[in-house]
């Protein structure tokens, strides 16, 4: 089973498609997707939460990934299956 992963988005976000079709491709099957762009507050949440103010900005279960070129690094690191998996 894979850990939960929630993405803050927006709908017309490069990186953020990219982010998923990464995790899709990891097995993850299901990404909550808060969209920013709907509900602006959520920006405000996310930017306190994160401390940044772009998207995608990505949880794996509570662990703070950030972006996608972290969540990219994390996968060339060889770390991303790992945290997937809740290890």
Known sequence: MTAHV??????????CLMAERLLK???VAEIEKIRVDL???????MMEKTGR????????????VGGFDDLS???RAGK??????GA
């Not at 991303?80 to 998996?85: F, H, K, R, S, V």
């Open 6 to 15: 929630t993405m803050y988005s927006t709908g017309v976000c490069p990186y």
């Open 25 to 27: 491709a990891k097995g």
């Open 39 to 45: 509900q602006p507050e959520l920006r405000a949440a």
């Open 53 to 64: 103010r772009t998207v995608p900005q990505i949880y794996i279960g509570d662990t703070h």
């Open 73 to 75: 690094a994390l996968d």
């Open 80 to 85: 991303l299956d790992g945290l997937l998996q």
